[in-house]
């Protein structure tokens, strides 16, 4: 019985390591994402955008006042300023540029002077949109700038960037197809995922019949097979035991028939008697012996019925974990199908920013197509996946079944062991009885 729930502890380790194989590839699937979102902003947009950027050139300020702005390898400017109230360092910038500045301090907001309009000087907020080391800037009229820093700041100097301005148009475009190609990453690796996840459920569901197989396996040899060689063994036992009993009762009520009839019985007779008595005492001690004997066996059966008793309890256990488990995952899998619906819907609303777009969509609508063909691909996987809980949680249910069954034998099993230890004890007081009697016939032989 141990070899067997060692068998079943393995196979749930199996299952552990399986869920942690699962981990691990969730948190793969996350990391590439975030690198996969990165290296196409970085590569399929950031290196075009730079090269046509014009009159490209950093500034830097020094925290004693010096300060130079740059065009690539070219010192274009250079000496020593204060930041002023009226932005008079600023002014120093306008000279011979078409682009526009942005000159920020750590810790305060970032301050940009707009080359294309020399008359405004914002002091804006900003945001990232697309993560890594450039971004996007909104302005307050929903503007989209593109910021591309040239030089990273130190502790020991302040570092102004230059940003090129994009229209509207243009950078909006450039934003939704990098949007669309990180949206597509996204699918592509959930449904990856899911895949995988159907694959970690079918090994969960194959080492969860596995563990099904054991207790059938288990309960029949271990119990069921062995509970019934026990009766038999014992039906045979208590038998001839029942039989000695009755042949012992016809020999004692012979001899008193034949003791009581014949007051003058002849020495024959008597000796015959003498022998059928020694017959008698020799059924009684062997009634006795055989009694002690079972009784015995009656103990052994019960301390088994005690292990059957604890295999019972630890089935019990492994089975309501396994049904906690199979709830864990049934979570899961709503969560599944609520991402596949927001795949869907994020599909829906991309189809119409496609028929807005008009004859400029057709690449748009591809993507478009694929997010569809994904999404439903998804949600068929989905579907098979909640088949296959539908059927693990019948076989927790069977396997429960089974546990109450195995139970209810084992109750009746300690009826039947406590019932055939009475009847025993009875035999032992009858047996008894018969010893004392004979004395008292040995006594009346005598006189």
């Known amino acids: 019985m141990s070899n067997n729930l060692i068998k079943v502890h393995s196979i749930r380790f199996k299952i552990g390591l399986a869920m942690l194989l699962s981990l691990g590839i969730l948190i793969a699937a996350y990391v590439f994402i975030q690198q996969y979102s990165f290296e196409s902003y970085e590569k399929g947009f950031m290196q075009d955008e730079l090269n046509s950027i014009a009159n490209s050139f950093y500034v830097t300020i020094s925290q004693d006042g010096d300060f130079s702005y740059s065009s690539k390898d070219k010192i274009l400017k250079s000496g020593k300023n204060t930041i002023n109230s009226d932005n008079s360092l600023i002014e120093n910038f306008k000279e011979g540029t078409k682009s526009s500045i942005c000159i920020f301090w750590e810790n305060e907001p970032c301050l940009f002077y707009d080359g294309f309009d020399n008359s405004k000087i914002y002091d804006k907020t900003w945001k990232s949109v697309m993560g890594g080391e450039s971004l996007f800037l909104v302005d307050e009229n929903n503007n989209y700038s593109l910021y591309v820093p040239l030089k990273q700041p130190s502790t020991s100097e302040i570092v102004g960037m230059i940003y090129a301005r994009k229209s509207l148009d243009d950078a909006g475009e450039v934003f939704e197809k990098t949007k669309s190609k990180q949206l597509v990453s996204i699918v592509v690796i959930f449904f990856v995922v899911l895949v995988e996840t159907f694959c970690f459920l079918k090994i969960i569901f194959s080492s969860f019949r596995r563990v099904t197989g054991q207790i059938d396996k288990m309960v029949d040899s271990d119990l069921e ?135 400029d969509s057709k690449g748009y609508v591809d993507i478009v197509d694929r997010l569809q063909v994904l999404s439903k691909q998804a949600e068929d996987n989905a579907y098979a996946i909640d088949d296959l809980l539908k059927s693990m949680k019948n076989l927790n249910e069977d396997n429960t079944d089974r546990i109450k069954d195995l139970d209810s034998l084992r109750e009746s099993e300690e009826g039947h062991i406590f019932n055939t230890s009475e009847y025993l004890n009875n035999i032992r007081l009858e047996a008894l009885k018969l010893n004392r009697v004979l004395a008292e016939y040995k006594k009346v032989e005598k006189s």
Request: charged share 35%; net charge negative; proline share 0%.
């Open 225 to 359: 097979l062995e509970f019934e060689e026990r009766d038999l063994r014992r039906n045979d036992e208590i038998g001839d035991l029942a039989r000695a009993a009755f042949d012992l009762a016809n020999n004692i009520k012979d001899a008193y028939m034949k003791l009581y009839q014949s007051s003058g019985i002849s020495i024959k007779d008597r000796e015959k008697l003498g022998y059928q008595v020694q017959h008698i005492e020799s059924s009684a001690d062997n009634i006795l012996f055989n009694e002690g004997h079972i009784s015995k066996e009656l103990d052994k059966i019960s301390d088994k019925n005690k292990d059957a008793t604890l295999f019972v309890q630890q089935i019990s256990v492994v089975n309501s974990r396994d049904k906690d488990y199979i709830e864990e995952i049934e979570r899961y899998l709503q969560a599944i199908f609520a991402i596949t619906e927001e795949t869907r819907l994020v599909s829906l609303g991309a189809i119409v920013e496609a028929t807005k777009l008009g004859d």
